[in-house]
T-cell receptor, first 112, second 113 residues
Framework: QKEVEQNSGPLSVPEGAIASLNCTYSDRGSQSFFWYRQYSGKSPELIMFIYSNGDKEDGRFTAQLNKASQYVSLLIRDSQPSDSATYLCAVKVGNAGNMLTFGGGTRLMVKP | DGGITQSPKYLFRKEGQNVTLSCEQNLNHDAMYWYRQDPGQGLRLIYYSQIVNDFQKGDIAEGYSVSREKKESFPLTVTSAQKNPTAFYLC????????????FGEGSWLTVV
């Protein structure tokens, strides 16, 4: 079983809609959760991180964490064509030093 | 400007050759990492270093070697023992040992010819 799982997509949403990206993880000792955006051929950029259960909002982005169910999600409101990219979920496991474990990523396509 | 510089951006390797990818950071970060990404896949950790003169193997260290002689530099050598080296290689760093907020360089594309 992979430690961090994401649906590879593509997830297609119309411009202006809400895009919902999901990630599940297997290690209950996981402490920190990160969302990165990666455009084709480029390096990942950090969008946001979350440590506590609940929601964390930053502009059009909202990260949601549910440790009991072991999932973390990213909502993108008012999706724009420029949001089209691969979104990587990363998890820091408590006993793994400072290493992040990445999911395979979900490809998002926002259609005008 | 502060950041992480990887070079070269594109590299071609012949069968049986060793190649070295450079990674330099001027962010004064203690920890540095090397990840490998295959097309359409996530990132897999090759090696990481929390402090100068110390480094640990990640999930896929076989066929790779690193050194950390200076805080700013963490070069990765892809040896001939790595049978399938064609991939996108990403260097990253973080400010402290907690690993919070890892920043990536621009990446290096390695192709075997």
């Amino acid at each position: 079983q992979k430690e961090v799982e994401q649906n590879s997509g593509p997830l297609s949403v119309p411009e202006g809609a809400i895009a919902s990206l999901n990630c599940t993880y297997s290690d209950r000792g996981s402490q920190s959760f990160f969302w990165y955006r990666q455009y084709s051929g480029k390096s990942p950029e950090l969008i946001m991180f979350i440590y506590s259960n609940g929601d964390k909002e930053d502009g059009r982005f909202t990260a949601q964490l549910n440790k009991a169910s072991q999932y973390v999600s990213l909502l993108i409101r008012d999706s724009q064509p420029s949001d089209s990219a691969t979104y990587l979920c990363a998890v820091k496991v408590g006993n793994a030093g400072n290493m992040l474990t990445f999911g395979g990523g979900t490809r998002l396509m926002v259609k005008p | 400007d502060g950041g992480i510089t990887q070079s070269p951006k594109y590299l071609f390797r012949k069968e049986g050759q060793n190649v070295t990818l450079s990674c330099e950071q001027n962010l004064n970060h203690d920890a540095m990492y090397w990840y490998r990404q295959d097309p359409g896949q996530g990132l897999r950790l090759i090696y990481y270093s929390q402090i100068v003169n110390d480094f640990q193997k990640g999930d896929i260290a076989e066929g790779y070697s690193v050194s950390r002689e200076k805080k700013e530099s963490f070069p990765l050598t892809v040896t001939s023992a790595q049978k399938n080296p064609t991939a996108f290689y990403l260097c990253a760093s973080s400010a402290d040992h907690s690993g919070n907020t890892i920043y990536f360089g621009e990446g290096s594309w390695l192709t075997v010819v």
